[in-house]
């Protein structure tokens, strides 16, 4: 495998690479403008065509900085750029609103960040909430009938990717080549939480894809539907997926898209095979119980 340039930190050149030459106007989203240049710095939202067809962008920035909040820099979703997230996200409901279904605009997520890295002002503010909220507003729109595509250029690690990529319906990634990393978090930080050495968990890593980063062990996880091998394949792999993504909602197989939809991909693929009996026990246990706190009537 002959690696490529990295496109780590390169979320506003991704933006060009995927969207349709000249069509992406940074700020605006429906009805709703972006004026405020200080706020939530780190996160570039806007309105571009992909292959004709009207998108909501969403990414975050790796060049940039937030002055307000030290730790926010380097692609690190903060607390304002969570918040800026999900207006865009909800800027894009109200303007579809009555819309059909075949007609809602797509998200379209362009991934590369480290984590969130929230630092004491942040925690007290509530970061939790702002990240809560952009995961809410995904899964909103997606609910909705918005097709969500994620697209991971760089990093995709911690809860910065649990709310800005795995609400979507589907997930992309740039192969192994690219450096693309795709985790939980660092096996540093991993052997401190669990208190295995280094060494061991470096060993798992190799063979399973639980503890490893990169893109093909998630692909086997079910986490990324496809791997894209080329910066230029970007655009039409993201183009299909948006494609099959309608279609699928228009039949109404919601549950073959999304976090369940993974979840039986990576089922599919061998790599998740105790997810559905654990699924299966949950059900049961739960049938045993329920009864004593929501009693039939």
Same mark, same amino acid.
């Given at each position: ?16 690479? !995927?969207?349709? =030459?000249? %069509?992406? /106007?940074?700020?605006?989203? #429906?009805?709703? *403008?972006? +004026? ?116 991971? !250029?760089?990093? =995709?690690? %911690?809860? /910065?990717?649990?709310?800005? #990529?795995?609400? *979507?319906? +589907? ?54 539907e496809a791997l894209v091998e080329t910066v230029e394949g970007m655009r039409p792999a993201i183009a299909a ?57």
């Amino acid at each position: 495998m002959e690696m490529q340039e990295s496109m780590m930190g390169r979320g506003r050149d991704a933006i060009e690479m !995927i969207v349709d =030459a000249g %069509s992406f /106007a940074e700020g605006t989203v #429906g009805t709703e *403008a972006f +004026a405020d240049p200080e706020f939530g710095p780190g996160a570039v939202v806007g309105t571009a065509t992909v292959q004709g067809t009207l998108c909501t962008i969403i990414a975050s920035d790796g060049g940039a900085m937030n002055e307000k909040f030290p730790v926010v820099y380097a692609g690190i979703i903060g607390l304002e750029e969570g918040y800026k997230m999900a207006e865009a996200v909800y800027a894009s409901i109200a303007a579809d609103a009555e819309k059909p279904l075949a007609e809602k605009r797509p998200l379209v997520l362009i991934v590369d960040t480290p984590g969130n890295g929230p630092g004491k002002v942040e925690e007290i503010f509530g970061m939790n909430k702002s990240t809560a909220a952009y995961q809410l507003a995904l899964a909103e729109a997606r609910l909705k009938g918005h097709p969500i595509i994620a697209m991971v !250029i760089g990093r =995709a690690i %911690s809860g /910065a990717f649990l709310c800005h #990529g795995l609400q *979507a319906d +589907a997930i992309l990634s740039l192969d192994a080549q690219f450096g693309t990393m795709i985790h939980v978090m660092p096996l540093t930080s991993v052997s401190r939480i669990i208190r295995k050495d280094l060494e061991t968990l470096e060993d798992l890593s190799k063979a399973s894809a639980v503890f490893a980063a990169g893109p093909r062990f998630f692909h086997s996880l079910g986490g990324v539907e496809a791997l894209v091998e080329t910066v230029e394949g970007m655009r039409p792999a993201i183009a299909a997926r948006i494609a099959e993504v309608r279609t699928a909602k228009a039949e109404g197989r919601q549950d073959d898209l999304g976090p369940w939809g993974r979840g039986k991909l990576g089922e599919a693929r061998g790599g998740r095979t105790e997810r559905p009996r654990v699924i299966a026990l949950m059900n049961r246990e739960f049938a045993e119980v329920a009864g004593r706190y929501a009693p039939a009537r």
